[in-house]
């Protein structure tokens, strides 16, 4: 993990100034003599910077984007807890933590801060911008933000403004953190129960009826103790072993003020200033991103192509499908490979 310092005031949508900030972020590979194999993946909610971790079978040595070959950039996103600018970190104003007054931070401001990365790390040229839900927004703000940075765009179950359905899961999510009394202390630990709750209400949004049917089924007839209750606690649980509440709270706050018309003259306005070439891709089963978001861009994105994935996993398949995935990026963007030549596609 390295770490970007600004050091400068920054002004964020809201009009809030903050005094300076840092990025967490790693790059795996090497920048070729051209400059033209750069690779940025923009992360979503929970993830972090180590993109062969999270995003096997699409990342890796032996997967199609290769840092071998590329050089791959991942920068965590300010609000989460690894290694950006965070609610846990210290107000320069105050001298204290954050906490529950970390300013919202929204998905423009994020990619504008990326941008200062950007110039420090010398690229000039982005190959290939992809990111998947949370993402996925982050991807498509930076394309319209620069329009000219990026030559190619994927954009996975993602959506140009985030719908009221989402905006009702997140907001149910942050009623279970604010039901635990521990969240108003100033403690990083507060809010940790209410965050098990929230993620157990976000697993059913990432998931649907036939992963939980398949998987979370009793073969007898049971009074209590059902599989299916015990891989909710699972799943809350495992998450308080890597996140807290406070960055939890501030991003789904960044995820629901995402809006690329806002100061764009609407929605298809801004997404027609996107000049990448773009492939978009839905999932099926997909019930909180549903596909219909994915045409949208599609139909409104001058330069794209859309592709629908099956998979029974539901929203998390583009963390799943990375086979179906990878074939599509194949099939869309065959001159690729031209990069390991130093060859601009």
């Known amino acids: 993990m390295k770490t970007f310092y600004h050091t400068h005031d920054f002004t964020l949508e809201s009009g809030y100034i903050l005094p300076g900030f840092k990025l967490g972020y790693q790059t795996?590979?090497?920048?070729?003599?051209?400059?033209?194999?750069?690779i940025w993946?923009?992360?979503?909610?929970?993830?972090?910077?180590a993109v062969n971790d999270?995003?096997?079978?699409?990342?890796?040595?032996?997967?199609?984007l290769n840092p071998d070959e590329y050089f791959i950039v991942c920068v965590n996103m300010p609000g989460s807890c690894y290694g950006s600018l965070s609610p846990l970190d210290k107000n320069p104003k105050t001298g204290l933590s954050y906490f529950r007054d970390f300013p919202l931070i929204t998905l423009k401001d994020m990619v504008n801060?990326?941008?200062?990365?950007r110039v420090y790390l010398g690229i000039h040229q982005i190959l290939l911008a992809i990111g998947g839900s949370m993402g996925g927004m982050q991807a498509i703000e930076y394309a319209i933000a620069h329009p000219t940075l990026i030559s190619k765009l994927v954009l996975i179950a993602t959506n140009a403004k985030h719908s009221a359905w989402g905006i009702a899961f997140n907001a149910t999510q942050r009623l279970a953190i604010e039901a635990d009394q521990t969240w108003y202390t100033q403690n990083e630990t507060g809010g940790i129960n209410g965050l098990k709750a929230a993620r157990a209400i976000a697993m059913l949004s990432y998931r649907n009826y036939y992963p939980f049917k398949d998987a979370q089924s009793e073969n007898t007839s049971k009074l209590q103790s059902f599989k299916a209750e015990s891989y909710q606690y699972y799943q809350g649980e495992k998450l308080t072993l890597r996140f807290n509440a406070f960055s939890y709270y501030a991003l789904t706050k960044s995820m629901d003020a995402h809006d690329v018309g806002r100061n764009r003259n609407g929605t298809e306005n801004a997404l027609q200033q996107i000049t990448a070439q773009t492939l978009v891709i839905g999932i099926e089963s997909d019930l909180l991103?549903?596909?219909e978001e994915q045409l949208f861009l599609f139909n409104h994105i001058k330069q794209s192509s859309f592709k629908l994935i099956d998979s029974l996993y539901g929203h998390d398949g583009f963390l799943i499908?990375?086979?179906?995935?990878?074939q599509a990026i194949k099939e869309t963007f065959p001159q690729l490979y031209q990069i390991r030549y130093g060859i601009s596609a």
Do not use: C, R
């Open 28 to 38: 795996f590979g090497e920048l070729n003599s051209t400059g033209t194999n750069v």
């Open 41 to 49: 993946v923009f992360h979503a909610l929970t993830a972090n910077t």
């Open 54 to 64: 999270w995003w096997k079978g699409l990342f890796g040595t032996q997967q199609l």
């Open 113 to 117: 801060m990326y941008d200062k990365l």
């Open 289 to 291: 991103f549903p596909p």
């Open 321 to 326: 499908e990375s086979e179906q995935i990878s």
